[in-house]
């Protein structure tokens, strides 16, 4: 299985006050800081190589994780620095951590249940230097971004919404590592325009999933989640 880079760097102004002196990840979600919901989601999936990738009040996350036993996982800390890099500029740092081949990249504020295995198998089996999991949305969870066809990303775009779009970004991805050579330590870049670029080069592949995605990036989100969650056991996350 891949390593995971998990993006958890971001300020979460749309959460303030909640994350004013706490970062987004230990939010609480079901009586836990949400990072632990999804590591334990990570550990359940065979996914147990984790780097985090850290801004905002990141060394409170590493103080709560530490290195991660405590999950059954290894998690490895690459912090953005004084200067918050975005998603793709954080990715780039994270390089050196995650290795030569390619790895998953998940959103710090999604939790995702689906067969992350089955995302790796798809990636693996195209010829694409980068996977999109994408999910039939039709604007009912957020607004559609992606125009999805024959297991490719043809067009993705988040701010430009086109009557095309039935498809979102889901959350989850794969990249190849080389992907960023060409990128300058401490660009500070957006994952999307990284994904764009990809698309542009018809190398970003796609893989179709088939249930709600969950999120903390809103209160609404924190409501769902904790419905969904409540009650679960920790040790079966992803049991419908």
């Known amino acids: ?58 060394e409170m996350i590493e103080a709560d994780i530490g290195d991660g036993s ?20 954080a990715l780039k740092q994270a390089i050196p951590l995650l290795g030569d081949g390619a790895f998953f990249v998940l959103y710090g504020d999604s939790y995702l249940p689906i067969d992350f295995r089955a995302v ?41 919404q086109l009557p095309e779009m039935r498809h979102i970004d889901y959350g989850l991805g794969v990249l190849k590592t080389r992907v960023f050579d060409a990128r300058p330590s401490g660009e500070v870049v957006d994952l999307a325009e990284i994904q764009m670029d990809l698309v542009r080069r018809g190398s970003l592949a796609g893989c179709e999933v088939f249930r709600r995605f969950y999120e903390i990036g809103s209160h609404e989100g924190i409501r769902e989640l904790s419905e969904y969650l409540s009650g679960r056991s920790v040790s079966s996350p992803n049991v419908p």
């Open 70 to 89: 405590a999950f059954g996982v290894k998690v490895r800390y690459s912090p953005d620095g004084e200067k918050l890099l975005g998603t793709g500029g």
């Open 120 to 160: 790796g198998e798809a990636f693996l089996a195209s010829d694409a230097e980068g996977l999109m999991t994408v999910f039939r949305n039709e604007g009912q969870w957020d607004k559609s971004n992606v125009i999805f066809e024959d297991e490719r990303i043809r067009v993705y775009d988040k701010k430009r």
């Open 1 to 58: 299985m891949f390593p995971i880079a998990i993006l958890a760097g971001g300020l979460a102004t749309r959460l303030r006050p909640l994350t004013e002196k706490i970062p987004k990840a230990l939010v609480e979600i079901a009586g836990r800081p949400f990072i632990h919901w999804q590591l334990e989601l990570l550990r359940e999936q065979g996914v147990t190589d984790i780097v985090l990738c850290t801004g905002f009040l990141g």
